[in-house]
């Protein structure tokens, strides 16, 4: 790629997507670069201040190459979704491409990638006491339990969480419980898909190479001082309930800590919960026929970057 593109306003929102510790930060850098793009994080994790470490958050030079968006955007205490994401991210996307900017969205939460681009069914009001009801038992049962009871209401919803996805068990059984009807079957529901044209990309490893970034990713987070981040966050009032918290890498620290297990066994679980969910999000994504799969191995984020540019239309060049 030599030299900077142009802005087009009719060149596509590009998407690129794939598992954690694919390379997807870096090859969007690279892409944003190129055709002088603006990036919109689509991760779930990412959009929380102080959770760093554990979500692989660009670091301050990646973020001076590009303007990023839906990065240190809100206190971990907070709660967010896809739709809410869907709503903010449509209205962001629209500004910059009426100011003739280029669009990549980068991220590995298929969730909100989906909402994003498809649409979102109509959010039902949370019944705050139901929520809280359920919230406590997960605290004392444990997610698993309700993740059973789930799959007793609505198993197609529940095939599609993590059993120890507490927050979004609780969520699909308050659905359930407050209005009769299955989660499942609100999100098949008539959407509205983007008003944007878009071109969706993911990255693709051989297994093993996968899991061995997957391992050299965990590896790192803790030199870099994942335990340390996770005691500042506990130490400084956010409860370990907290829906932030839930995520891979953070839950197994709490664990750690409150001497569940060994330091060596935190180590082994978050490496394991982490190719799990590599697993799930290539599930997620090869079930969209629409996205041109890149393979990556033996290139360096450039190469894909350049591969990718040259699946784009002539507009956003």
Same mark, same amino acid.
């Given at each position: 790629?030599?030299?900077?593109?142009?802005?087009?306003?009719?060149?596509?929102?590009?998407?690129?997507?794939?598992?954690?510790?694919?390379?997807?930060?870096?090859?969007?850098?690279?892409?944003?670069?190129?055709?002088?793009?603006?990036?919109?994080?689509?991760?779930?994790?990412?959009?929380?201040?102080?959770?760093?470490?554990?979500?692989?958050?660009?670091?301050?030079?990646?973020?001076?190459?590009?303007?990023?968006?839906?990065?240190?955007?809100?206190?971990?205490?907070? %709660?967010?979704?896809?739709?809410?994401?869907?709503?903010?991210?449509?209205?962001?996307?629209?500004?910059?491409?009426?100011?003739?900017?280029?669009?990549?969205?980068?991220?590995?939460?298929?969730?909100?990638?989906?909402?994003?681009?498809?649409?979102?069914?109509?959010?039902?009001?949370?019944?705050?006491?139901?929520?809280?009801?359920?919230?406590?038992?997960?605290?004392?049962?444990?997610?698993?339990?309700?993740?059973? %009871?789930?799959?007793?209401?609505?198993?197609?919803?529940?095939? %599609?969480?993590?059993?120890?996805?507490?927050?979004?068990?609780?969520?699909?059984?308050?659905?359930?419980?407050?209005?009769?009807?299955?989660?499942?079957?609100?999100?098949?529901?008539?959407?509205?898909?983007?008003?944007?044209?878009?071109?969706?990309?993911?990255?693709?490893?051989?297994?093993?190479?996968?899991?061995?970034?997957?391992?050299?990713?965990?590896?790192?987070?803790?030199?870099?001082?994942?335990?340390?981040?996770?005691?500042?966050?506990?130490?400084?009032?956010?409860?370990?309930?907290?829906?932030?918290?839930?995520?891979?890498?953070?839950?197994?620290?709490?664990?750690?800590?409150?001497?569940?297990?060994?330091?060596?066994?935190?180590?082994?679980?978050?490496?394991?919960?982490?190719?799990?969910?590599?697993?799930?999000?290539?599930?997620?994504?090869?079930?969209?026929?629409?996205?041109?799969?890149?393979?990556?191995?033996?290139?360096?984020?450039?190469?894909?970057?350049?591969?990718?540019?040259?699946?784009?239309? %002539?507009?956003?060049?």
């Amino acid at each position: 790629m030599a030299g900077n593109s142009t802005q087009h306003m009719g060149a596509p929102v590009v998407v690129i997507a794939g598992p954690t510790a694919s390379g997807k930060t870096e090859v969007a850098i690279e892409l944003a670069e190129h055709i002088d793009a603006e990036i919109v994080s689509s991760d779930s994790r990412q959009i929380y201040k102080q959770l760093t470490i554990g979500t692989a958050k660009p670091t301050e030079s990646q973020l001076q190459k590009a303007p990023h968006h839906f990065i240190d955007l809100l206190e971990p205490q907070l %709660e967010y979704s896809a739709g809410k994401f869907c709503r903010d991210a449509r209205k962001l996307i629209a500004v910059l491409r009426g100011r003739d900017k280029n669009v990549v969205v980068v991220g590995g939460s298929g969730m909100y990638i989906d909402a994003l681009l498809n649409g979102f069914f109509q959010p039902i009001a949370a019944d705050k006491a139901l929520q809280k009801a359920l919230k406590r038992r997960a605290q004392i049962e444990g997610s698993e339990a309700l993740h059973t %009871e789930l799959a007793k209401v609505d198993p197609e919803r529940a095939a %599609e969480l993590p059993a120890l996805d507490a927050h979004r068990i609780v969520r699909s059984l308050e659905i359930y419980y407050a209005t009769g009807q299955k989660h499942s079957a609100l999100l098949k529901e008539p959407r509205i898909p983007a008003n944007f044209p878009f071109v969706q990309f993911a990255l693709n490893w051989p297994r093993q190479e996968l899991y061995d970034r997957i391992e050299k990713r965990v590896d790192m987070m803790l030199q870099d001082g994942l335990v340390a981040e996770v005691e500042y966050l506990l130490k400084n009032g956010l409860a370990k309930e907290t829906n932030a918290l839930l995520t891979v890498g953070y839950r197994e620290v709490i664990q750690y800590l409150e001497c569940e297990f060994s330091y060596d066994m935190m180590v082994e679980k978050i490496k394991q919960h982490t190719r799990n969910y590599a697993k799930r999000q290539l599930t997620w994504f090869k079930r969209d026929k629409r996205i041109h799969w890149i393979d990556c191995f033996g290139k360096v984020p450039k190469e894909i970057a350049d591969e990718i540019c040259g699946h784009l239309p %002539e507009a956003s060049e």
